[in-house]
């Protein structure tokens, strides 16, 4: 079984090295970076994910979304852990 969840997601580029770095404020501000908006998606969900699962498994609530504002959400299918 799984839920889901829906975060606000923020995009940051290193004018240096050209690299995305995106982050999810919500999530204990988990993060990550890619050489595209793709990637550095891709990579903070693998994140994000990790970090939900890590929740889970201490017990803890897994945080929603506090209120919708203007910008990019990320969806997020949790495994829900019994």
Request: hydrophobic share 35%.
């Amino acid at each position: 079984m799984s839920k889901e969840f829906e975060y606000k997601i923020e995009y940051e580029s290193d004018k240096e090295t050209g690299e995305i770095t995106a982050t999810i404020p919500e999530l204990n501000h988990v993060s990550s970076f890619g050489d595209t908006f793709a990637e550095a998606e891709a990579n903070v969900r693998e994140a994000a994910l990790g970090y939900l699962e890590v929740l889970q498994k201490d017990n803890r609530e897994i945080p929603k979304s506090a209120f919708r504002t203007e910008g990019t959400y990320l969806k997020l299918l949790v495994p829900i852990i019994s």
